[in-house]
């Protein structure tokens, strides 16, 4: 009786991917962390150049109910009760304390905004430092236009991809050796639109690079606005990771971990 073939491995993750990949981790969770610190002294987004009623677009904070204190989310004029999670959460001692944020949710600690912004800036720049790299590497190696950039054929088949994804159904065999068109539209969308949204708005609530060129802000809708498309564009970013990590687990933990480790991935069968 024949045995069966062993499942084919190939090598799917070079070396400079992996190490800005894990990078990218370590980046990403402490500039999430830091930057709900940094909210969390001021939790509110406005759309302008100034912060008034008028022009605020989202609140987190708190009401009184009778003796208690409630958390509230505020969108335009909705309001929303969040308490416990936003607004208003448990703090070490099992009692409630009004905070935008959780205390698990923020990094250095439950509540320290200078030491927040050294960590969120300092980890913002080796960021910055390593999406430049990132994108060298990929336009000078071939991978972007040879992995990311849908064929004309992969465009073509885009509906039946989301239907696969939907019911989750993911390629197998020779098609599994290629990232889908989904995959390449997520990763082009998030290195080349989502990322630089965050940079550039990052940079427009930094009066020093504002000094330096007057004016650039204002393209942004001003300081204020640029801060509520700073925090709209980490929604995205974390919107992604979701997304990632589901898909990570439900295509095989073990095989896409071990790949992005040592670079090699077993085709599923």
């Known amino acids: ?6 499942p084919a491995v190939i090598y799917r993750h070079r070396l400079p991917v992996r190490i800005m990949h894990w990078i990218n981790v370590v980046c990403v969770v402490v500039l999430l962390g830091s930057g ?7 939790p509110a987004l406005y759309w302008g150049l100034d912060s008034r009623p008028a022009t605020r677009v989202l609140e987190i904070g708190q009401r009184r ?4 204190l409630v958390g509230v989310t505020r969108i335009g004029g909705a309001e929303f009760v969040t308490d416990g999670v936003l607004g208003v959460s448990r703090g070490p001692d099992g009692g409630k304390v009004p905070r935008a944020f959780p205390s698990w949710a923020t990094i250095p600690g439950p509540q320290w905004l200078a030491m927040g912004r050294l960590w969120h800036f300092f980890f ?7 999406g430049l790299c990132y994108l060298l590497w990929t336009v000078f190696s071939g991978h972007l236009r040879g992995d990311l950039v ?11 991809s989301i239907l696969d994804h939907l019911r989750l159904r993911h390629p197998h065999g020779e098609e599994a050796r290629r990232y889908n068109v989904l995959q390449n539209i997520a990763y082009l969308s998030l290195v080349f639109v989502v990322l630089p949204l965050l940079v550039v708005c990052g940079w ?14 204002d393209w942004l809708g001003g300081r ?6 700073h925090f709209l564009g980490a929604v995205l970013l974390v919107a992604f990771v979701l997304v990632h990590l589901f898909e990570v687990v439900v295509t095989g933990l073990v095989n896409n971990v071990r790949s992005m480790l040592t670079g090699f991935w077993r085709i599923p069968e």
């Open 1 to 6: 009786m024949a045995t069966a073939a062993p």
């Open 36 to 42: 709900l610190q940094i909210f969390n002294a001021h």
């Open 65 to 68: 109910d009778g003796q208690r």
């Open 124 to 130: 913002a720049w080796i960021f910055v430092v390593n």
């Open 150 to 160: 849908p064929t004309r054929r992969e465009w073509r088949g885009i509906g039946r």
């Open 204 to 217: 427009a609530m930094s009066p020093w690079i504002d000094a330096v060129q007057p004016g650039w802000v």
């Open 224 to 229: 204020q606005a640029a801060r509520t498309l």
